[in-house]
């Protein structure tokens, strides 16, 4: 990790940047529970840009920077910008960095997007999510989650779970892991949302182990973390949703089966796959991992810009 770096894939992390970003995330936390202000980003100016909606994400790189005594500025929805009169967000983007913003968050609909924005960008991009590709910090935000939860990552059992092949979570999680002693990883989705190759390919490189299972009974009591997600119905055919829909939820009847339930994670929105009822167990992860967002970003922050 160094000042001025640009974040476009969980596989720029080694264990010792995600172990750094932890211990400044947790001394973060402390200032701001504590209910102490911070000023280290007084001056500084992060440009938002979201062509894709997002709640968590945007709201928390934000907030964080807010937290941190910066300025944001935010794109807006399309509909004022010039993006309505046919703009494209290349040019946007560039007009924009030549307002000299400090920090630019960016996320597109297209894998790659980030990438080519770091190019056009005189300023650090972060990518905030690029289609099924990447979500890099998302993966920090979850690492962190599971490191808060057990004390540590190494030898975690981590049950993957939902759309597998379009969501950009599980890519950067899998990468994020895979810097960490004796991971298990158990993909559990129908056999056509199983991971991209290019990802296994990855994980074979880093020598990760993981299994595929068609469905969680199988492997539930085995698990540390079960993380599910939704299917990426932005990203798929009509006809390959109605066919997939519902075919993996967890509701707290499913779980009260088992004599060992894992964490459950999700970095949300969910729709219909984790249903409200699961909220009332202890094992229920998912609001206290999107808050873990907000400190992270704000430990990414003060790392990017060197403060
Ligand atoms: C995820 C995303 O955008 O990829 N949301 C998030 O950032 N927390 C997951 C999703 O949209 O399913």
């Given at each position: 990790m160094h000042k001025g770096m640009d974040v476009i894939?969980?596989?720029q992390f080694s264990r010792s940047d995600i172990e750094f970003l932890?211990?400044?995330a947790e001394d973060l936390r402390r200032v701001v529970?504590?209910?102490?202000?911070?000023?280290?980003?007084?001056?500084?100016?992060?440009?938002?840009?979201?062509?894709?909606?997002?709640?968590r994400t945007r709201l928390s790189f934000q907030f964080a920077m807010t937290r941190l005594g910066g300025v944001v500025v935010d794109l807006g929805p399309e509909e004022v910008s010039s993006m309505a009169k046919g703009e494209s967000p290349e040019d946007?983007?560039?007009?924009?960095?030549?307002y000299g913003p400090d920090l630019i968050v960016v996320r597109h609909r297209e894998p790659g997007f980030a990438a080519k924005a770091a190019e056009i960008c005189r300023a650090p991009v972060i990518n905030a999510g690029d289609g099924y590709n990447e979500h890099p910090t998302q993966a920090l935000l979850d690492v962190y989650t599971i490191?808060?939860?057990?004390?540590?990552?190494?030898?975690?059992?981590?049950g993957l779970m939902g759309d597998l092949k379009y969501g950009?979570?599980?890519?950067?999680?899998?990468?994020?892991?895979?810097?960490?002693?004796?991971?298990?990883?158990?993909?559990?989705?129908?056999?056509?949302?199983?991971?991209?190759?290019?990802?296994?390919?990855?994980?074979?490189?880093?020598?990760?182990r993981?299994?595929?299972?068609?469905?969680?009974?199988?492997?539930?009591?085995?698990?540390?973390?079960?993380?599910?997600?939704?299917?990426?119905?932005?990203?798929?055919?009509?006809?390959?949703?109605?066919?997939?829909?519902?075919?993996?939820?967890?509701t707290y009847e499913y779980l009260k089966k088992f004599r060992r339930i894992p964490v459950i994670m999700h970095p949300l929105p969910r729709v219909w796959e984790l249903t409200p009822d699961v909220d009332v167990l202890p094992q229920a992860m998912y609001f206290e991992q999107a808050r873990n967002g907000l400190y992270m970003r704000m430990a990414l922050i003060k790392t990017i810009l060197g403060l």
């Open positions: 894939s969980a596989l932890i211990s400044v529970e504590r209910g102490g202000s911070l000023d280290i980003a007084k001056g500084r100016i992060m440009f938002t840009a979201f062509f894709e909606p997002s709640t946007t983007l560039r007009t924009v960095d030549g490191w808060r939860v057990f004390g540590r990552v190494d030898g975690v059992r981590v950009r979570t599980i890519s950067s999680l899998s990468y994020a892991l895979s810097n960490f002693r004796d991971v298990e990883i158990h993909f559990i989705s129908p056999r056509e949302l199983q991971p991209r190759e290019e990802v296994l390919r990855k994980l074979d490189e880093r020598r990760v993981y299994e595929f299972h068609e469905k969680p009974d199988e492997v539930l009591e085995r698990l540390d973390v079960l993380y599910v997600t939704r299917l990426q119905k932005e990203r798929m055919k009509p006809e390959e949703y109605e066919r997939l829909k519902g075919s993996y939820v967890i």
